[in-house]
């Protein structure tokens, strides 16, 4: 918890991109430092840019819906982004941008040590998983990445937008807490 807690003030302070001159609060990560379970989204947004905080706007909401959808609180997880600066007008993180913050989400994973991590959309599952990421292909599937079990689901923004996608992420939702259920001892006792 401590470590976490250092790495979060350092991270603060944190001026190795663009990305830091036009920022109101870098949104480093929220959750349980010994959480089992772990979302990786691409980059904060306007509202998570107002609170230091990610997945507080419309797609955060959704991503509570989600989590309750698998009997889940937001408590029982830690969520983090690739980026902790807002990237302008929303846009993807660029290479250099998502290469400048790695070393922050690199610590998180490392301090918090999750068994299983859920990316949240291309960007995060690219970043994570695979350069290569297909996230219409790839949604769902488990890979393993350095012995986390990993896998990557459409980012709450894109189901807001797209609402055909969302009878595709309830059953990759299921499969996350059936294996979830198998693998993480704290989250369903």
């Known amino acids: 918890m401590e470590e976490l807690e250092a790495l979060r003030r350092r991270c603060l ?3 190795e991109c663009p ?3 036009q920022r109101r609060h870098v949104v480093f990560g929220v959750g349980r430092a010994d959480a089992e379970l772990m979302f990786i989204g691409e980059g904060p947004g ?14 955060g909401r959704l991503l509570d819906d989600m989590l309750e959808l698998i009997d889940l609180h937001r408590s029982q997880v830690y969520i983090a982004n690739v980026v902790k600066c807002r990237p302008p007008r929303n846009r993807d993180p660029l290479g250099e941008e998502q290469n400048a913050c790695r070393h922050w ?6 301090l918090v040590r999750p068994k299983i991590v859920v990316c949240l959309g291309r960007i995060a599952a690219a970043a994570y998983i ?3 990421f297909k996230i219409t292909r790839e ?3 488990w890979f393993d990445v350095d012995g986390v079990r990993a896998m990557a689901i459409y980012h709450p923004s894109a189901l807001l937008r ?3 996608k969302r009878p595709e992420t309830f059953t990759d939702l299921r499969e996350l807490r059936r294996t979830a259920r198998e693998l993480c001892q704290h989250l369903y006792s």
């Open 19 to 21: 990305l830091s001159e």
């Open 162 to 164: 797209d609402v055909s």
């Open 139 to 141: 949604h769902g599937v």
């Open 13 to 15: 302070n944190c001026r």
């Open 130 to 132: 695979k350069p290569d």
């Open 46 to 59: 306007e509202q998570e840019d107002l609170t230091g905080e990610p997945f507080v706007g419309p797609a």
């Open 105 to 110: 989400l690199d610590g998180q994973l490392a």
